[in-house]
């Protein structure tokens, strides 16, 4: 079975600061992992994937994230907060064969000027 | 870059009454994934197909049921709605990799159901 939990439902952010946002993941197989944004009244972005060829992973907008089997993490950060940049965030983790998306409960972040 | 289209983009229903919901995936993508996301929830994935065939189901309703067809687009349908079915509905499509797992999905813009 596979699991994610993103730790805070909310993170806010002063503009320019660092964004941290965390994900643990549970897989009985090698994962594949991804962050999903979601603005507001709109679909799902793909910001990057895992996918064991690097464990650090670059993404669009700015983003990374690093893959630390030892923690169980995906963690997503971005060196400088842009306003743009408020949104629900979703990890997201399938098994090595694709399929399915499981998702995490979601962060919402927050950029104040 | 072509994206995955979803139709319609919202729908108002009564209780009891039948929804279909559409989803046109990526040129020549071969893979359709339905979810469902409630009010501040996580989406919850409902069911997928390859190739015309279901290939994997969730927590998909019986009163709901779904199909690709030969033009690889997809249809939701929904029957005998309730209050609880009102939710945001994604489309997502993906192209399974032949050499492996590699696929990404890539979400619609969704339709939102709201069942009054």
């Known amino acids: 079975a596979q699991s994610v939990t993103q730790l805070g439902s909310h993170v806010s952010v002063s503009e320019g600061a660092l964004v941290l946002l965390r994900c643990n993941y549970s897989s009985s197989v090698p994962p594949y992992l991804f962050w999903y944004v979601q603005y507001p009244n709109q679909g799902l972005q793909l910001l990057l994937k895992?996918?064991?060829?690097?464990?650090l992973v670059k993404g669009i907008n700015g983003f990374e994230a690093e893959f630390k089997k030892s923690e169980t993490s995906f963690h997503l950060t971005k060196p400088s907060a842009h306003m743009s940049d408020a949104a629900e965030y979703f990890c997201?983790?399938?098994?090595?064969?694709?399929?399915?998306?499981?998702f995490g409960q979601g962060t919402e972040l927050s950029v104040k000027p | 870059a072509a994206g995955v289209i979803q139709s319609p983009r919202h729908l108002i229903k009564e209780k009891r009454e039948t929804a279909t919901l559409k989803c046109y995936p990526i040129p020549r993508h071969d893979t359709v994934y339905w979810y469902q996301q409630g009010p501040g929830q996580d989406p919850q994935f409902l069911i997928s197909?390859?190739?015309?065939?279901?290939?994997d189901k969730g927590s998909i309703p019986d009163r709901f049921s779904a199909q690709q067809f030969s033009d690889y687009h997809s249809e939701l349908n929904m029957s005998s709605l309730e209050l609880g079915d009102s939710a945001l509905y994604f489309c997502?499509?993906?192209?399974?990799?032949?050499?492996?797992?590699?696929?990404?999905?890539?979400f619609g813009p969704g339709t939102r159901l709201l069942v009054l």
């Open positions: 197909f390859y190739e015309k065939m279901q290939s």
């Open positions: 997502a499509s993906s192209l399974r990799d032949q050499w492996g797992p590699l696929e990404t999905q890539y």
């Open positions: 997201a983790v399938t098994g090595n064969q694709g399929g399915k998306l499981i």
């Open positions: 895992y996918t064991s060829a690097a464990t």
